[in-house]
């Protein structure tokens, strides 16, 4: 068993420089846990990001069967935590064990792909050879490869303890992209944040990495945040989280002297869209595979489906039923924070005395101070498009079906839509074969698009792409998900006439990796 | 030859809403050009953006092929244009005939090269193929593409008239990428743009593309530029200029209610770093190449070398001699404005009146409003970096040397270095081997590292990268010039359990593209 110290893990030693703390609560039981976490201060937040930088000037240099290595360290030590880690982390967020356990295995799983992917690069180098004879004037050679940011701060995220958090996406894609990583522990869950540092220092010691390539500092106060992004050592910030905190941290980055890339994914609707022949052939699976997805993680999915547009058509009402049947059959669940808790049930009770909407069903209340009822709510769409409060994210699991009256209603929600994480289209062949024009205005707002299929569920693989216009990313042209994960944390470099001793491994002429080469 | 009609190019027609007018001058005899241009209203700038956005639901689907030859349409009508843009070009800028005649073969070459990468292209495509049997879940058959981010706004530049102006380098990419354009002219070369648009509308009608794929107004005032990079549908803003302006109209996009990407070129010393045994044995030319490639232009060149680091050795007081002697005999050259001209001639006064810089040398006068000399300082390496001041772009012929007495001085320099598109390294085959450090410190400050090259002209090829850390560009990610360029404007997207019948021809079983398959 790991002995909880509380303290931030700065340049491989635990240590505290303030004297405050904080505590995680359960939220199941609504009490403060045993353990106390020290608030970083100014001084612990500058000496993490210090050693970061020192360290960068080591690990970008560190070869990428180094990193591929070190990354698969993390994922063995991860998994050495054993149920210590599964336990801590039931305990600071109420989600099910089967879900902690599957989500560590997705944690470990993105590490080791990212370590395959730095082994067998999937993306190609280009080189254009010299043309000393080319006329009016010689062509040098010059080859283009990738290079890391430098030092990157990541915040943990409440929704995903370990997948999302201190060795999640942002931290696997950064290490594995060259770049030391400073987390921002999330305060709701300190105890999980703190574990898997443990694993992370063991595997920086196995491995022989610099010290400082990892810290965290555990902070709930909003004056440590702005000081990681604002620090002129740190070049480029991930975060997971609400819209109005990722607004204001991304524009603490881009007031810098030199502004740095922010990738914030902030929020999401995940609309689903449901053509008229299928609506006719399946209302009932439809709609309660519909409440399945929106009550998996209880709607605490980035892309859990909060919108559903549908033509009110044949099959409509029988939808409409089983939705409200099954919704209110609902358990009830608890969610991660009583704030969040909170925030869930003041937009539901909006919502509901929104007299532009009609509340279909709602599910069990509960008792603790943690769990909040299932909702589904129903609103026509010229009521839908006039109020653009309401295709705001609600976070929870809420949704609400927007009622269309012909495909031009369905049309201009499509057009009318934010920026999406994803988009599902359910429909029959023909109904997809006659909606080029609604699939290719869909296409314009989502970083996904599926087609019958919900969107809960973001697999980690070569052809994902997570993230979308804002407010879904800040930066849509990255993705948060995926083997390109990593680019986010790199930029392109063109080295021209460097001789074949000094090129970086992958652009030397004898390199076994995939070569546009002209 | 084409009647100059002084109105804004908008969804296919010439006109004009606003009254006002403005004239650009003859830079090398300081007379107004006869010509007069409307100035840009609200409305005539509302119009371009509404036919931008209207012509995208058409565009964004033309297929690459069409796309592909409405670029190369462009191309042969910038050359059937023949001298008449040539000499307008020549009037506008003070530019000499063989300048602007390779600026013309260098524009229409990178329209075709973005042609040939639209018929070939050459980055993959990711597809993950469907695992239907997986446990404990199957997998879903996913897709990565690309798709265009909408409206682009181009900004023309000063400094190149066609290959960063109308027809230039973001104007090429974004239409590749299949986003329409609207670009805002530079007021110092108005005849110049207007005669492109001639040339791009003619594309437009032979190759069927929409009208509105691409619209021109021209403008002197800062409100026109707001109100284009403000607009909701615009999409992306492609900026080369001052880092005054860069940042006003950057901040301005990240403002916005939905941000967007600003691609601004905001400027870069190019820092040449000369290592000791190279001085040593070739100081004169090394010398001589130095003032060669900044009076390239007349030091307009956004790659010129303004900044030369060496140390006090063997070589040393020749390679100053030798640079003196070289810069005194210069030839005086004439600037693209009389603005561009005083505002240079207010930088050298600054730096001629600095204590701590020695003036090495000057070139001729000149009696034309336009015209400058050129000038080469020296300053010791610890009062450069006691002073950032230096550390800024002068926009013309001028360089600063700065003196290192030891190679940890020129470390420190290294490290303290801004964003530059590039850097040289000059050194024998020793110097190289044994700089190991100082080659891995440059490199994070730079989009494109030389060695033994000067860095003025910049390839249009596939392995090219221009751009760096800011304020070289405030996207570093991205590239303005070769053949990845015009993935700036487009976005991923992942197209998950998408029917054949309408996946995107690149995304098909049967598509002949380079494909990574799981």
Redesign the interface.
């Known amino acids: 068993m790991i002995n909880i110290t509380g303290q931030h893990l700065i340049n491989g030693q635990w240590l505290n420089n303030g004297q405050s703390t904080f505590a995680s609560a359960n939220p199941t039981t609504g009490q403060s846990n045993s353990w106390n976490f020290f608030e970083a201060n100014i001084s612990d937040t500058e000496l993490a990001i210090k050693a970061a930088n020192t360290a960068f000037?080591k690990y970008?240099?560190v070869s990428a069967l180094d990193r591929a290595n070190f990354l698969d360290a993390i994922a063995h030590e991860i998994e050495a935590l054993g149920d210590q880690l599964v336990e801590a982390a039931m305990n600071e967020t109420a989600l099910p064990q089967a879900r902690i356990q599957g989500e560590r295995g997705r944690t470990c799983g993105q590490l080791r792909a990212f370590a395959a992917n730095l082994r067998t690069p999937?993306?190609?180098v280009?080189?254009?050879h010299a043309q000393p004879e080319r006329q009016p004037?010689p062509?040098?050679d010059?080859?283009?490869t990738q290079?890391p940011l430098?030092p990157v701060v990541v915040f943990g995220a409440s929704n995903f303890p370990l997948a999302f958090s201190t060795a999640g996406g942002d931290t696997a894609s950064a290490l594995a992209a060259g770049c030391p990583v400073i987390v921002k522990g999330h305060p709701a869950h300190p105890a999980t944040t703190e574990l898997v540092c443990h694993a992370i220092t063991r595997a920086i010691e196995s491995t022989k990495m610099p010290t400082g390539v990892f810290s965290m500092v555990q902070s709930s106060t909003p004056a440590i945040s702005a000081l990681l992004v604002e620090a002129s050592d740190v070049k480029a910030v991930g975060f997971t989280g609400s819209q109005r905190v990722g607004d204001i941290l991304?524009?603490l980055t881009?007031a810098r002297p030199?502004?740095i890339?922010f990738f914030g994914e902030l929020g999401s609707t995940n609309p689903q869209f449901i053509l008229n022949e299928i609506l006719a052939n399946q209302p009932q699976d439809l709609a309660n595979t519909q409440v399945g997805s929106m009550l998996m993680g209880h709607g605490q999915f980035c892309t859990s489906p909060g919108l559903v547009i549908v033509e009110e058509g044949k099959g409509f009402e029988q939808f409409i039923a089983t939705l409200t049947t099954a919704v209110e059959a609902a358990v009830v669940g608890t969610m991660l924070t009583k704030g969040i808790a909170q925030a869930y049930l003041t937009q539901l009770d909006q919502l509901i005395s929104n007299d532009q909407l009609t509340l279909l069903g709602q599910g069990n209340n509960g008792e603790g101070q943690c769990q909040t009822p299932a909702a589904l709510l129903r609103v026509d769409a010229k009521s839908f498009l006039a109020d653009n409060t309401l295709s705001h994210e609600i976070f929870g699991p809420c949704a609400l079906i927007v009622c269309c009256k012909n495909q031009e209603e369905m049309s201009d929600i499509a057009q009318s839509l934010?920026?999406q994480l994803t988009a599902s289209i359910h429909g029959s062949?023909s109904d997809?074969?006659s909606s080029?024009d609604l699939?290719?205005d869909v296409?314009?707002h989502?970083?996904?698009?599926?087609?019958?299929?919900m969107p809960t569920?973001v697999?980690v693989?070569?052809?994902?792409?997570h993230?979308g216009?804002?407010?879904a990313s800040?930066a849509?042209?990255?993705?948060s998900v995926g083997?390109?994960a990593m680019?986010?944390f790199?930029?392109?470099?063109?080295?021209?006439?460097?001789?074949q001793?000094?090129l970086p491994a992958e652009l030397k002429d004898d390199a076994d990796v995939?070569k546009?080469i002209?």
């Open positions: 000037k970008r240099r999937i993306s190609p280009f080189i254009d004037l062509k040098g010059s080859r283009l290079i430098g991304n524009k881009q030199t502004p890339p934010t920026g062949e997809i074969n080029d699939i290719s296409m314009q989502v970083g996904r698009l599926m087609f019958n299929q569920g697999e693989c070569h052809s994902m792409q993230g216009p804002y407010p800040t849509p042209q990255t993705t083997s390109l680019n986010r790199t930029r392109p470099i063109c080295l021209q006439n460097m001789p001793s000094i995939l546009i002209v």
